[in-house]
């Protein structure tokens, strides 16, 4: 049996079935791995609400509690490290936001280890009960710290030590670690206020990046260009390929291939009557016929264009044929698009304003609110 372009046609019904899988795909991904933020930010809310310390906690430990002194947390696997050169960390903040990527068992260059023991988080004090003796770092006479961002290493500054010294911890206890100090800290300048608040925050703007269930697609949604292998892309490349090759043709000039003027040549007279003219009068040379002016090519659309749909050249690739949305864009976007105001203070997706600029605020019921509305997402 033929098949037809009605909406009954079998391969629409392919289309639509192959639309639907690649989309719940999608769908799914995005959702367990918000789900799983999701969940880490509110296992750390609920610690940073119940986090305290008591001073039975500190029995057989070698280590002398003051009186107001509790002991927090403790670590038995900790190294002690210290940095060869002369550094600067920044000052102890509150920023107690999960990592995006995993820790890497690996020890920075210019880090040397130098113990190792048991890592203590006090009320008043970070502790390393070493082989070789006891380090402390009260959090009154901090005035640096800093997390390596791909390895499990805390660097400190104090007032009354001039090397830099920290710890070298196992990579899947690091990130409490860090979580834990930053609480004890805070409770130390009266901050655990703040960090509740930072978590309440973190939460909420999660909250709103949550991934949309898709749209079913149905088979009167199949285009033509389906049944093509490669889709809009194909046919947009070939659209732009049978316009190249006319140009090529009129720039190669295929009337005058070798580029020069015509010029009469005399042939050497033949022994018959009909050329006894031609003898007695011979034939006055043809004028040199002046060179054919190269005619240019005529403009022709890029085919990288069209093969992005309309978007303008970019090195990410970025377009608006539709694909993964864009949730972390790179950092020179906006020297590709005409990004809005406060481009980078959106949290969402990338999308495309009905007044033709970009924002970051895909997903969001407010998206474009100031620019018309979406007119369209920016994929990859």
């Known amino acids: 049996m033929a098949k037809t372009d009605s909406t009954g046609s079998t391969w629409r ?8 899988v690649r989309r719940v795909s999608t769908y799914r991904g ?3 791995a918000w789900r799983r933020r999701d969940d880490e930010l509110r296992r750390l809310r609920a610690l940073a609400a119940d986090f305290q310390g008591s001073a039975a906690a500190g029995e057989g430990l070698p280590l002398e509690l003051a009186a107001d002194e509790v002991v927090l947390w403790a670590l038995p696997a900790a190294q002690l490290v210290e940095v060869r050169h002369t550094t600067v ?3 102890p903040d509150l920023t107690v936001a999960p990592p995006d990527a995993p820790l890497r068992p690996r020890r920075p260059d210019g880090v040397r280890v130098t113990d190792a023991g048991m890592a203590v988080i006090t009320s008043r004090r970070l502790v390393l009960l070493g082989g070789r003796g006891r380090r402390d770092w009260a959090y009154g006479r901090m005035t640096g710290l800093a997390h390596d961002p791909t390895a499990p290493v805390t ?7 001039r090397r830099t010294s920290g710890l ?21 300048i009266e901050q655990r206020a703040a960090v509740l608040a930072q978590l309440d925050e973190l939460i909420a703007e999660h909250a709103q990046l949550k991934p949309f269930r898709p749209a079913v697609a149905t088979p009167a949604q199949a285009r033509l260009t389906a049944r093509v292998p490669g889709g809009r892309r194909t046919v947009a490349v070939a659209a732009a390929v049978a316009l190249l090759v006319p140009a090529a043709l009129i720039e190669s000039d295929p009337s005058d291939p070798t580029g020069g003027a015509e010029v009469a040549a005399a042939a050497t007279p033949a022994p018959t009557p009909s050329l006894a003219p031609a003898l007695i009068h011979p034939a006055t040379p043809r004028r040199s016929t002046a060179p054919k002016p190269t005619k240019s090519p005529r403009p ?4 990288s264009r069209d093969a992005r749909c309309g978007a303008p050249e970019n090195p990410p690739g970025y377009d608006f044929c539709g694909g993964t949305r864009i949730r972390r864009p790179a950092a020179e976007v906006c020297d590709w698009f005409d990004c809005v105001p406060e481009f980078w203070a ?14 970051l605020t895909g997903g969001r019921s407010d998206a474009c609110a100031d620019h018309r509305g979406v007119r369209r997402t920016i994929s990859k």
């Open 155 to 161: 660097l400190i500054q104090v007032l009354d030590r």
């Open 168 to 188: 070298l911890l196992p990579t899947d206890a690091a990130p409490d670690f860090r979580f834990k100090l930053t609480l004890a800290f805070a409770d130390a």
């Open 30 to 32: 995005a959702e367990a």
């Open 89 to 91: 960390l920044p000052a």
């Open 346 to 359: 959106g949290r969402g997706y990338l999308v495309q304003c009905r007044d033709g600029s970009v924002s």
């Open 300 to 303: 022709s659309p890029s085919t």
């Open 13 to 20: 019904y392919r289309w639509a079935h192959r639309q639907n």
